[in-house]
């Protein structure tokens, strides 16, 4: 057997005669556990969060979106339909038209977006699945709208609300303000659902047909303002956004969901790095434990040490031990902290103990990846701080 890893294990596992070591030797363990499984937490924690947002971002945007780079709208020409419905790697797509309104609901206003779309739009995006109250649109109901839970409560206008219509009302153009009556062009809607997801996403808009949001803007009927599209599972958005701006040109726009989301996803990833590294700090503080424990350990077997010495060992060999020693007080207790970090995890995940709110459990997620970055980051401090301690060692403090 390895002489060092041999002598390392027996000061590890053997109790001191003093009793100040063997408490600060407990210590630096507990730091060690308690470190490794607050930073395997915090990172299921953010994963986990992540994911949750990620999914609200499939509510509401799609993979791929294009719009006009010159003006607000564009004409849905053979060209392009031809470009779009022939495309193997595309699942779905949905044509869409945006704009800034007026909302009333009897007393109440609120400035929103409405945004038209077809019936083929919860193929492109999950919207359906996030409707809390009532239903998506249907054909059979034309002059129908959905809106945000945000946006429902400010207006307190609900579901089916029958004998209150909410009114959509936009300006229009050249009239100004003098007659109000004459000065917007405006739609009356029922709602049908109410939708949850993102406090941005619950207070933007106000969904209706695309004929309705024609009529309201006097829009021809092939004349929208994007179009919307969901990828094969197998087809890489980057690419393929690449590609399809190529065969249409400069006069379309064409944007993946990353692109759409550029902040919110600088956010995410930011917050999950700054909190990684405020916890691997806590982490270097709790090895300062491990230092001074591996220090005490040293001074304690300072006899045993000149023993050793003269037997024929180097000093090399005699740091090693600690070193070794260090190391492996670390692994045991990164190894005690993973097993209870992952419980932890797996009980959140399985029976949603902790709650954001009365539905939504706080979102946690078991990764790989995670557990690896602890592994690794836990390893890595564990053997400098053996190797600060065991750096005490020389000829001189043995012979002393």
Same mark, same amino acid.
């Given at each position: 057997?390895?002489?060092? &890893? ?30 490794? +499984? ?51 790697? #595309? ?20 400035? +929103? ?5 077809? /019936? ?8 359906? *699945? ?24 400010? @207006? ?38 109410? /939708? /949850? ?42 690419? %393929? ?7 249409? $040109? ?7 969901? +990353? ?19 405020? %916890?691997? &700090? ?26 050793? @010495? ?11 031990? %600690?070193?070794?020693?260090?190391? &492996?007080?670390?692994?045991? $207790? ?19 103990? %902790?709650? #954001? ?17 602890? #592994?690794?980051?836990?390893?890595? @401090?564990?053997?400098? +701080?053996?190797?600060?301690? *065991?750096?005490?060692? *020389? ?6």
């Amino acid at each position: 057997m390895n002489f060092p &890893l041999y002598i390392a294990k027996r000061y590890l596992f053997a109790k001191s005669g003093n009793n100040a070591i063997n408490i600060i030797t407990i210590i630096a363990s507990i730091g060690v556990v308690v470190g490794t +499984a607050a930073l395997f937490i915090i990172l299921s924690g953010f994963s986990g969060l992540r994911t949750f947002n990620y999914s609200l971002l499939d509510i509401s945007d799609p993979d791929i979106k294009i719009t006009a780079t010159k003006g607000k709208t564009f004409i849905y020409t053979d060209t392009l339909q031809n470009v779009i419905e022939n495309n193997t790697d #595309i699942a779905a797509f949905s044509k869409v038209i945006e704009e800034r309104v007026f909302l009333k609901n009897g007393e109440k206003q609120q400035i +929103a977006s409405v945004k038209g779309v077809d /019936y083929n739009y919860i193929n492109v995006v999950k919207l359906d *699945s996030a409707i809390q109250v009532g239903t998506w649109l249907e054909k059979e109901y034309p002059n129908t709208s959905v809106i945000g839970n945000s946006l429902s409560y400010k @207006l307190s206008a609900g579901v089916a609300s029958f004998g209150e219509t909410l009114q959509i009302l936009v300006p229009k153009t050249g009239t100004g303000f003098l007659n109000p009556a004459s000065s917007f062009r405006s739609i009356d809607t029922q709602i049908t659902g109410t /939708y /949850y997801g993102t406090e941005e996403f619950e207070n933007k808009y106000v969904f209706v047909s695309n004929a309705q949001a024609q009529q309201l803007l006097n829009y021809q009927d092939n004349q929208f303002t994007g179009i919307e599209i969901k990828l094969q599972s197998n087809v890489n958005a980057d690419d %393929f956004s690449e590609k399809i701006q190529q065969q249409l $040109g400069e006069n379309y726009r064409v944007q993946t969901k +990353a692109q759409l989301n550029e902040l919110f996803y600088k956010v995410i990833n930011t917050e999950n790095f700054v909190s990684y590294l405020i %916890f691997t &700090l806590i982490v270097i503080i709790a090895m300062f434990n491990v230092v001074g424990s591996i220090i005490m350990m040293i001074i304690d077997k300072k006899k045993n040490l000149k023993t050793i @010495l003269n037997l024929g060992a180097t000093l090399s060999e005699i740091k090693r031990i %600690f070193v070794l020693q260090g190391f &492996l007080l670390t692994i045991a $207790g990164m190894t005690i902290g993973l097993i209870v970090s992952m419980i932890a995890v797996a009980i959140q995940e399985q029976f949603e103990v %902790f709650m #954001i709110t009365s539905s939504i459990p706080y979102p946690v997620e078991l990764k790989l990846s995670n557990l690896l970055i602890v #592994i690794t980051t836990i390893s890595v @401090l564990g053997f400098l +701080a053996a190797k600060v301690a *065991s750096s005490r060692i *020389s000829v001189n403090f043995i012979e002393k």
